[in-house]
């Protein structure tokens, strides 16, 4: 009896000796019986922060936890595709860099093959005029960079070489089991360097620190900045600066037939139930445990039967859109602004003339470095299944916008339009340091967690995938499994 007491209940082994020891919450699985109960976990949120925790939450544990994901829409969130003409886009997050390790070895160890990427060319608009152009010709694009911008492209690459070394720092301590309980003390661990980055504006960093050019800055560094983040060089801090210019080097790569798979196979993978409803209200009972209050696809309002032993929220908490409570626990330290984007999705023939162009000659990627100007980037888009083996595809475009594009703006971008989809979203945290102090806790309260503290360091892909193993091993450090 006792030993397989001991099988079942291998984290509180030691402590099931006596059953009348008086046991935390977390360090036992022990009921009154003295039978061991698994403990329940209940994820709220099932993009990739929140399946990247079920799933490393059920490797560690294996059949020790339950686990209850709760999540509103599809399972991958802001990785999500959208349907025009009967195929699908990227709607959401689209790129990922080779040194992302997490999304990597899950594509591979899922068996998903990267996307063909088309040549496309790329051009900075500022608003007037495109002041670099790109050419199909390799050679050509170096002397055009060269020429332009000096050493500065050489320079980037080895800022972004040497900032994926120390980033690459974040894999072994994990995989040690190393958990931080706040964003900082995460980005610290990984190199001091990113400590003062997480303190800097992007503009004097890489004009006082890094040497950059002027030009280089008001030119390619904010149109990439506009483009993925929305913002401006001087309202972002330096270490999302650098990932957002990580995303400008090349072999950047994607998930063939849609970057969501990885998400839906962690999902899948973990084990989960998983529930689809919004959770409203999170009640803290008199025992400890939480109980969870949601609201179902058909707006009928239930309240979870299961008693939670912890509770992680992997969900934005956005200050201007947060409908989520929790007794006693105040959600506004931990939550921020997050920038509204507009993704509109165009089957027609952008307007040249628009963008000062006589001839027919447009990039297919524009990015623009203008933060005033209504659109953020306009690129020609390729769907989640294309191959250059059979590369007919339709004349697609996404444009990033931080307001909806009225129609007579449209006509004025678009000489022809077949067909226009928007998807909306509160895409990353309004990065502008605004004078209040915000807390970035991994833990919001006793036995409460947050993964998404990590975004207000970077908002990608990679970081929700290390902001969900952080909170798992945080967990587990307090359930005393390791
Ligand atoms: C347009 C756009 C482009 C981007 N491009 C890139 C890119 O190219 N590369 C990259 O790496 N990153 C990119 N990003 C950023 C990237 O998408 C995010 O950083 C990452 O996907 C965040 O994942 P997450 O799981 O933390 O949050 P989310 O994906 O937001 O997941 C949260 C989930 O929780 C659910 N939810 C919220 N509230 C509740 C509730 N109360 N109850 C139940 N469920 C709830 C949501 O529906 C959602 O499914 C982009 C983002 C956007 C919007």
């Not at 403990?39 to 936890?65: E, F, N, P, Q, V």
């Not at 051009?123 to 002397?143: D, L, M, P, R, T």
């Amino acid at each position: 009896m006792r030993i397989n007491k001991l099988v079942l209940c291998y984290s509180c082994a030691i402590l099931s000796v006596s059953q009348s020891q008086i046991l935390t919450k977390f360090s036992s699985c022990l009921n009154e019986e003295g039978q061991c109960e698994k403990r329940k976990i209940a994820i709220i949120g099932g993009g990739i922060g929140g399946t990247s925790c079920a799933y490393w939450l059920r490797k560690s544990a294996g059949d020790s936890i339950e686990i209850d994901l709760y999540n509103y829409g599809k399972i991958g969130g802001r990785i999500a595709v959208v349907e025009v003409n009967g195929k699908f886009y990227e709607a959401g997050a689209s790129i990922l860099h080779p040194d992302n390790l997490y999304m990597k070895n899950w594509a591979e160890e899922f068996g998903y093959k990267k996307r063909d990427s088309p040549d496309d060319r790329m051009g900075i608009y500022n608003g007037v005029e495109f002041v670099f152009e790109e050419s199909s010709w390799s050679f050509v694009n170096y002397a055009k960079i060269f020429w332009r911008y000096g050493l500065d492209p050489f320079r980037l690459n080895s800022h972004i070489k040497d900032m994926l070394s120390k980033f690459s720092k974040i894999y072994q301590l994990q995989d040690s089991g190393k958990a931080f309980e706040t964003m900082p003390e995460l980005i610290t661990a990984m190199s001091d360097e990113f400590s003062k980055q997480l303190n800097l504006t992007f503009r004097p960093f890489l004009k006082e620190e890094k040497g950059f050019h002027e030009r280089f800055i008001d030119e390619l560094a904010a149109a990439v900045i506009n483009c993925n983040y929305g913002q401006a060089c001087e309202e972002v801090n330096a270490f999302v600066g650098s990932v957002g210019l990580a995303g400008a080097v090349p072999n950047l790569w994607a998930v063939n037939g849609g970057n969501f798979q990885i998400p839906q196979m962690l999902a899948e993978k973990s084990n989960s139930n998983i529930i689809s409803a919004k959770v409203n209200h999170i009640t803290i009972n008199p025992d400890g445990k939480y109980t969870v209050q949601a609201t179902d696809s058909n707006n009928n309002l239930f309240n979870s039967t299961n008693h939670y032993d912890a509770v992680v929220l992997a969900l934005p908490l956005i200050s201007n859109d947060l409908s989520l409570t929790i007794d006693g626990v105040d959600l506004a330290p931990h939550s921020g602004t997050y920038q509204k984007l507009i993704a509109t999705f165009v089957r027609g023939k952008p307007r040249a003339k628009t963008f000062g162009k006589e001839d027919d000659h447009l990039p297919d990627s524009i990015l623009v470095s203008e933060t005033r100007l209504l659109i953020k980037s306009l690129g020609k888009n390729f769907d989640v299944n294309w191959t250059k083996s059979s590369p007919e595809h339709d004349n697609v475009y996404k444009i990033f916008s931080t307001q909806s594009i009225e129609e007579a703006q449209l006509k004025e971008l678009f000489e022809e339009i077949k067909e226009k989809h928007e998807v909306h979203w509160f895409a990353y945290p309004k990065y502008k340091f605004d004078g209040v102090s915000k807390s970035t806790s991994f833990k919001i309260a006793d036995g409460i967690y947050h993964v998404n503290a990590i975004e207000w360091a970077a908002s990608a892909m990679e970081m929700s995938a290390i902001g969900g193993r952080n909170v798992a091993l945080l967990l587990l450090k307090d359930f005393d499994v390791q």
